[in-house]
């Protein structure tokens, strides 16, 4: 049974290292979904910051377009006042509204100006804050690069691996590999090392018996509390 069990050996310490390589790529792919999801993050406050300076742009074009087009009717008011082809009610009207306009107009300048103060002093603050997110990102992006090639060097391991375990499927004994594989769907080392008596699995003392008939080596043996193929 020695040359049975070491094959099969051969193949837990394959599956083993497979799961490790699983393990890691899992990790690492872990790790890129988290610096991706803090490239969104930031991504998400820049592009915030960037619409709220477009908007007061936008009202800034908005109050100077208001202005010239008050300026326009103030215009052709007065040169129909001067003109002076209408009643002295006409007139008056005419008057009245042009002095609401200049009021009016004097206060969407100033706020067109405050805006556009505004505005400006956002661009250097915006400017400022998206030349350091780029410069993180570009840091951020060639670590993201660096863990894709982690991946695929993992990769890689793994389908060495699985070639490698392939080639020892051969040496095993069917009966005793489904026995293997059905221990599997439970543990990660369906075979253990009998240690002083313990079974290294489940870390329980083993009876007289039991030990003698593993170091014997002339059957299968199994852990009779956790039914690990033992060894010794």
């Given at each position: ?16 290292e497979l ?8 990790g690492?792919?872990?790790h ?5 999801a ?15 300076l ?15 087009t008050l300026?326009?009717?103030i ?9 002076g ?6 007139m ?31 661009e ?9 997110f780029?410069?993180?990102k570009?840091k ?8 894709d ?13 699985q ?9 095993v004994?069917p009966?005793?590999?489904k ?36 170091r014997?080596?002339?059957e299968i ?8 193929i033992?060894?010794?």
């Amino acid at each position: 049974m020695k040359k049975e069990l070491e094959a099969l050996l051969a193949v837990q310490k394959q599956d083993l290292e497979l799961k490790a390589f699983e393990e890691k790529i899992a990790g690492l792919r872990k790790h890129r979904e988290t610096l991706e999801a803090a490239i969104a993050m930031e991504k998400t406050v820049v592009d915030d910051e960037k619409k709220q300076l477009d908007d007061l742009k936008k009202k800034g074009r908005e109050r100077s377009l208001e202005v010239d087009t008050l300026d326009e009717h103030i215009r052709n008011d007065e040169k129909k006042i001067k003109e002076g082809l209408m009643s002295y009610k006409e007139m008056e009207a005419y008057r009245e509204r042009a002095d609401h306009d200049r009021k009016r107009m004097d206060h969407l300048e100033d706020e067109a100006l405050a805006l556009l103060n505004q505005a400006e002093a956002g661009e250097a603050d915006y400017k400022n804050k998206e030349a350091a997110f780029l410069k993180w990102k570009f840091k951020i992006d060639a670590e993201i690069q660096e863990l894709d090639q982690l991946v695929n060097q993992q990769r890689q391991r793994v389908t060495q691996g699985q070639a490698n375990r392939g080639q020892l499927l051969p040496n095993v004994d069917p009966t005793l590999l489904k026995r293997y594989q059905q221990l599997q769907e439970d543990y990660d080392d369906p075979l253990a090392a009998l240690r002083s008596s313990v079974c290294s699995g489940c870390k329980l003392r083993l009876s007289e018996i039991t030990v003698e008939r593993v170091r014997e080596g002339n059957e299968i043996v199994s852990c009779e509390h956790c039914s690990r193929i033992l060894y010794a």
